[in-house]
């Protein structure tokens, strides 16, 4: 995944038919998946007011672009808040256009 939080997450579907929405157990974002070929998209986290978001490089046109080494996060153990809290710090802005 990967996010820039100056920059901005257009998320538009031609068909939302064949989008599958999906929380898990905080309930806290939206994650995107096909309903095609099962491949996660997107995530997008309703922060109170302003929705945020982060996007799967390999669903882009241009991931080559994205030649970052991989890291790896752990997020088992953070808390409700903290985790709120990094969304809003890292996560770009999003609009989801249906």
Sequence with gaps: MISDPSGLLEVSADNWSLVELYRFGTRTADFLICRRC???????????????GVVNVNC?????????????????????????????ANWMPAVVRR
Excluded: K, N, W, Y
Aim: glycine share 4%; hydrophobic share 45%.
């Design 60 to 88: 882009l046109e241009d991931r080559s672009r994205f030649i970052a080494p991989v890291t790896m996060h752990e997020f088992q153990s953070e808390t409700l808040g903290a985790r709120i809290a990094r969304r809003a």
């Design 38 to 52: 099962g491949v996660f998209i997107a995530a997008i986290s309703d922060l109170e007011t302003t929705p945020c």
